[in-house]
DNA sequence: TTAAGTGTTACAAATATTGTTACAGTTAAT
DNA sequence: ATTAACTGTAACAATATTTGTAACACTTAA
């Protein structure tokens, strides 16, 4: 589910959304975040991908806000960056367990349903409405 | 949120569930789950406290379900066993970044009431409900 | 009295995450 | 055209987290 790339990805992208035309590169924005530039260029590449964001190479380059910040939510940065629910968690069982032959398919199937939940919540904080409700802190 | 124990604690209490008068160790519930007897018994040692299981020690002993599961739902396994949301993964942002201040609090509150209605989703779940719905497949 | 359990702690091993180094490619400025 | 400041990416090192192990006190049934 959610894991720090989601922290990461989301913060630096809300950096980038405060300011239109800002063009923050990675090493700035890891002062500010306390991570290494190549893992913030990796999360970003997932974002630019997606069209969230561009970046600019070369001396005076960086990264700069690409999308409708209206229209990108956390949900849309929760597809980019999240983990697979429970897949290399969940515990196979043994054959003579009558119950784990199926407790991985239903498992899978309630928390499929339970994730999407969480994400229909996500989808309602667009990246602008995260940063109004910061003002109004 | 969802971690290994909340997978590896239902499919412990699933297997109880099943059968109202089985009393299993943790060495038999080991071999089917593929998990060290330390582990299951530290997991299982919340369902104790939390009054969904007994144990008896001693020769013969082992764990034994002793809760009504029709009531006992997914939330409450989820309850026992997740990780705080974010808490150690959110990144803390220096006093210069005007976002980070606020960052923090709002993802908290939006990430919370997201996870609210996960856990809305999975106390529909009683563990006999989950039990049927391995029947029916 | 012994064998088979739980409960718990301290520690080891394995795994996953994060950071680091290195370097090729791009761009702006001189 | 050269240089300095960037991104993009891969391979590897360090660290943190998770899981397994060993040890042992305590409990119980036979």
Sequence with gaps: MINSDFALGLHSILLLAADKDACLTSSTLSSMLKVH???IRKVL??????????SKEGAG????????IEKVTLKDIYTLTHD??????CHSCCPSCKIGVNIEKVLDIILS???????????????????DKMQQM
């Design 45 to 54: 590449s997932k974002m630019k991908n997606a069209g969230y964001i561009e």
């Design 84 to 89: 697979d629910l429970m897949k290399a968690k």
């Design 37 to 39: 530039p190549v893992r």
């Design 61 to 68: 380059g960086g990264f700069f806000i690409s999308c409708n």
């Design 113 to 131: 349903d339970a994730d999407e939940k969480f994400q229909d919540y996500l989808e309602d904080y667009s990246l602008q409405k995260v940063l």
